[in-house]
C-alpha cells in the first residue's frame, strides 16, 4: 500500500474547490501562530493574559474547519470521551485545594485550560486525511527560529554560575532555564516533521545548542527519542537499516577508543554535568531529591486523591508531582490516557506520533508539571488526542507516508 500526500492543489481550478479540498495550512498555520504567541507572551511580554487569550482563540481554527466541513464528529467525540477519565480525576483533586488562594485558583485556570484544549484538539484532530499536528510542526520552525536566533543574540550575556538562563528574573513561575529547555524541545519536535535536510538540521542543531547551554539534560534525552522514532531512519526495521545502523555502532566504537576518555569525558561532565559542583550527582540533582522525599510523605498522606491539584510546585517529575497532588486516581487516569494513545500509534504503525508521545513521557520523568499551556506541551496534547481518535485501520496521511516510510514497502 503507497501512502502519498494528497495534491496540494485539485484539477478543479475554481476558488470554492481550493477553500473545499486545500484547507488543512490554513488551520495549521493560525494554530501555529497562537502556539507561536502563548510562546512569545510568556517570555518576552510576561503577560499571562495575552497568553490565556493566545490559548482561547484557538477556537477561531476550529469554527474554521467545521464551517470547512472537515471534521470527523464521531472521532471528535471518541477523542475527548477518553480524555474525560483525566479531566474527571483532575476536578476532584481541584475541589481537595478549593479554598480561595493562588494555589487554588491557579488550578482552577489550568484545568479549565485542559479542558478547552482537548475539546479544541479533539475537533481539530479528527481531520480524516491529515495529521492536523503534523502540518502545524511544520509551520512553527519559520515562526519560531528567528526567535529563538534573536535571544541567543540578546541575551548572550545571561549566564549564572555558568548556567544561560534567559529572560530569568528568579521567579520560579517564570522563563525557568527548564522551561526553556522545554521549548527547544518542542523546536526539535518541528524540526523532525520535516524531510527538507537544511530546516530539520538547522531547527535540530538550535534546538540542541540551546539544551547545552540551558544544561538541559531531560530535555536533550527526550529529544533524542524522538529523534529515533520520528526521523525516519530507524524505525521501521528492515535488514538494510540494520546493517547500517551496525556500522554507524562500530565507528562510534572506534571513535571514542582513538579519542581516549576524551568524548565519554565531555559528555559526563559537559553534558550530563554528572560531576558538577552545583548541578551534579553529589549535590542532590539541584534540589530535586529533597522535592522527590517531600512528595513522597505527602503520597503517604493521602494516597489515594492526593493532596489537591495546585498544592506542590517543583517536583522535578510530573507523574511522581500528579501522584501526590490527584492520588493512585489522578495517576491511573493519566497512563490510561498515555497508554491509549501509544496503543494506537502502534497498532497503525505510525512512528512519529508514537515518537512523540514516548518523547512527552520520558521528559516528564525530569519537568515538573504534566500538561499546561505553553508551546510544547500544547504540541504534546494535539499528537496524544489525535491518536484517541484513531481507529485500527491506518490513515493515509502526509507524516505517515514520511515518517513510516510505507509499511507495507517490500523489503
Not at 84 to 106: H, Q, R, V
Not at 355 to 364: A, D, K, N, Q, R
Amino acid at each position: 500500500m503507497n501512502i502519498t500526500s494528497p495534491p496540494l492543489f485539485m484539477k478543479k481550478k475554481s476558488l470554492n474547490s481550493l477553500r473545499e479540498k486545500n484547507n488543512g495550512f490554513i488551520v495549521a498555520s493560525l494554530v501555529a501562530i497562537l502556539l507561536t504567541s502563548c510562546f512569545v507572551s510568556f517570555f518576552y511580554l510576561n503577560s499571562k493574559v495575552l497568553q490565556e487569550i493566545s490559548l482561547l482563540t484557538l477556537i477561531i481554527p476550529t469554527i474554521i474547519q467545521i464551517k470547512q466541513k472537515n471534521v470527523d464528529w464521531s472521532s471528535a467525540k471518541k477523542a475527548f470521551f477518553l480524555t474525560t477519565p483525566y479531566l474527571l480525576s483532575l476536578i476532584m483533586a481541584l475541589f481537595i485545594n478549593l479554598n480561595g488562594d493562588e494555589d487554588s485558583e491557579f488550578a482552577a485556570i489550568l484545568v479549565a485550560n485542559l479542558t478547552f484544549s482537548f475539546s479544541v484538539f479533539s475537533i481539530i484532530g479528527s481531520r480524516k486525511d491529515r495529521d492536523v499536528w503534523h502540518d502545524v510542526m511544520k509551520v512553527i520552525p519559520f515562526l519560531t527560529i528567528p526567535i529563538f536566533i534573536f535571544v541567543l543574540i540578546s541575551q548572550r550575556n545571561a549566564y549564572l554560575m555558568g548556567r544561560w538562563e534567559p529572560y530569568y528574573t528568579g521567579d520560579v513561575t517564570g522563563a525557568h532555564p527548564n522551561w526553556w529547555g522545554l521549548m527547544a524541545l518542542g523546536l526539535g519536535w518541528c524540526a523532525l516533521a520535516w524531510k527538507n535536510i537544511l530546516i530539520r538540521f538547522s531547527g535540530l542543531a538550535i534546538a540542541v545548542y540551546y539544551m547545552y547551554l540551558l544544561q538541559s539534560r531531560g530535555a536533550l534525552v527526550a529529544l533524542v527519542v524522538a529523534f529515533i522514532f520520528c526521523s525516519g531512519y530507524f524505525f521501521p526495521v528492515r535488514p538494510k537499516r540494520i546493517f547500517l545502523l551496525f556500522i554507524l555502532f562500530l565507528l562510534g566504537t572506534v571513535l571514542i577508543a582513538m579519542t581516549g576518555d576524551g568524548l565519554l569525558d565531555f559528555i559526563a561532565n559537559h553534558v550530563l554535568l554528572l560531576n558538577d559542583p552545583e548541578r551534579g550527582a553529589g549535590t542532590g540533582m539541584s534540589g530535586r531529591t529533597a522535592g522527590y522525599a517531600t512528595a513522597w510523605k505527602a503520597i503517604n498522606n493521602a494516597p489515594f486523591l492526593g493532596n489537591g491539584l495546585g498544592v506542590f510546585g517543583f517536583v522535578h517529575n510530573g507523574f511522581l508531582l500528579i501522584l501526590a497532588e490527584g492520588g493512585i486516581v489522578t495517576l491511573l487516569s493519566t497512563l490510561f490516557l498515555f497508554a491509549t494513545s501509544i496503543r494506537k500509534y502502534k497498532a497503525i504503525k505510525h512512528w512519529s506520533g508514537l515518537g512523540y508521545v514516548l518523547s512527552y513521557i520520558v521528559l516528564l520523568l525530569t519537568y515538573p508539571r504534566l500538561f499546561n499551556t505553553n508551546m510544547t506541551s500544547l504540541l504534546a496534547m494535539m499528537v496524544i488526542t489525535q491518536g484517541l481518535s484513531y481507529g485500527k485501520q491506518p490513515r493515509d496521511l502526509p507524516s505517515n507516508a514520511y515518517n513510516l516510510a510505507i509499511t507495507n514497502e517490500t523489503k
